[in-house]
């Protein structure tokens, strides 16, 4: 009863720390800091203006992307993502600058990829950079939760030097630079976007299990949008950025009890990461860190790639279903 009781009061003390860190970051308005991106009807800012749903039905899917531009900072979201059947959905929460950089750009991508009913929703974050898309980054995960029941904060804290994912305030990725990157590490201003799209051809076991629009509309659910950063004159073309205003909230690294944390995710949680795929790299990238407790648990997961992965490109910003490939 002991244990019990100690269990139930750590896990009371996380969700209040996670609520509670939710609630302090300098959250805007949709008005404030976003534009729609795509979408129609399919984009509803709700009544207190902090909200927005964005749907994906038979018609379209929908998006909005952020009025400025940014270098460096830190970008959050908590979402609730669709429930039931969602094979073939893909919900977008990432920064770009493909608009500008059609050749060379940047990405920072969270990815979640639905699934057929009684199975989990997947997640998957990315890196690109200076138009690296044949050398995607990925990693894949599963989760602690059911991200259709609540909201959850999801956030990219993104310096000179590194990129950090989060899944309410636990790091689950850490993306530092070397110097044998060179350009590949994101360093150009990007804008932050946030999707709803058909991804059928690709998102569940490869293109197996496509969305089935009996079960639209798709309703992802956006709130406490956080934009955090340095934002820069679109017309100006500076690769360095004056440090952002400094807030209580907004993290500025990995603590050392949060990466004790990151090491549980990974190797209890992570189902694929690039740098363990023997199928794809004969030799890892040089900026990777092996771990030998990750590489166990991919190697259960999948004992031939350590976790396969499907490479894709350009999917974003289709505004209808026709128009849907991958």
Known sequence: MVNFHL????????????CGASKNLPIL???????????DDNLMVIKDGKSVHLTLDERTGSGFVSQDIYSQGFFSASIKLPADYTAGVVVAFYMSNGEMFQKNHDEVD????????????RMQTNIYGNGSTNAGREERYGLWFDPSEDFHQYSILWTEDQIIFYVDNVPIREFERTATMGGDFPSKPMSLYATIWDGSDWATNGGKFRINYKYAPYIAKFSDLVLHG??????????KCDIAPKHDSIPT??????????QNFRKKHM??????????????PAECVLDAEEAEGLRAFDPVTFGGAHRHRGKRHHRSRSSSSS
């Open 253 to 262: 690294g990995i603590t050392p009890e949060q990466r004790i944390r990151m």
């Open 230 to 239: 340095c934002a820069v004159d679109p017309t100006e073309q500076a690769t």
């Open 271 to 284: 189902q694929y990461s690039y740098c363990y795929d023997r199928a794809r790299y004969t030799v890892p």
């Open 110 to 121: 969270f990815e979640f990829l639905g699934n057929i009913r009684g199975k989990d929703w």
């Open 7 to 18: 269990g139930f009061f750590a896990l009371t003390t996380f969700i209040v720390l996670v």
């Open 29 to 39: 308005s949709f008005d404030e800091g976003y534009s729609q991106l795509f979408g």
